[in-house]
């Protein structure tokens, strides 16, 4: 019969923590490699359902602010808008949306550059008609100068 004494049930606790540390530390390690841009995704979706509200509040100043200078936009029906076309077509007092969400939004990260697909919903009035819309969207964002600006947008209408 073996005796252990307190001085090796000390060592061995010991390596034990470590590799158990070692352990635990590596497989977080292999989570944010397979995630490492969780943070900016996170940053993205916020960026958009801040696009959203902006769009409802008809705040052109900040949705201004969400868009690269260079933006360039193909509405539903196919319209193409840059970015001063765009502001002023969500100014338009004849535009009165009540409520913009998104749904299924995925980000896939490419360095500096984010992509966003996702399904939005788009109720309100528009020219003194009420309108129901569901379409599927397409936000391109690039990280510069410590600010996501999005530079192109795209949505196509679903049918119900």
Not at 67 to 83: C, I
Request: hydrophobic share 40%.
């Amino acid at each position: 019969m073996r005796v252990i004494t307190n001085t090796q049930r000390k060592e061995l606790f010991t390596k034990a923590f470590v590799a158990a540390l070692l352990l635990m530390l590596t497989a977080v390690a292999l989570s944010a490699q397979r995630r490492p841009y969780q943070a900016e995704e996170s940053k993205i979706m916020a960026l958009e359902n801040a696009w959203n509200l902006a769009e409802e509040h008809k705040d052109v100043s900040a949705l201004s602010q969400l868009l690269a200078d260079t933006l360039v936009y193909v509405d539903d029906d196919g319209s193409f808008m840059n970015k001063a076309q765009f502001l002023a077509s969500r100014k338009n007092p004849a535009y009165g949306p009540e409520q913009i969400v998104n749904d299924d939004m995925t980000v896939h990260m490419y360095g500096n550059t984010a992509v966003v697909t996702g399904v939005y919903r788009d109720r309100g009035v528009n020219k003194g008609k009420s309108y129901s819309e569901r379409g599927r969207f397409t936000d391109t964002w690039v990280y510069e100068n410590g600010l996501w600006l999005c530079v192109a947008s795209q949505s196509t209408l679903l049918s119900r």
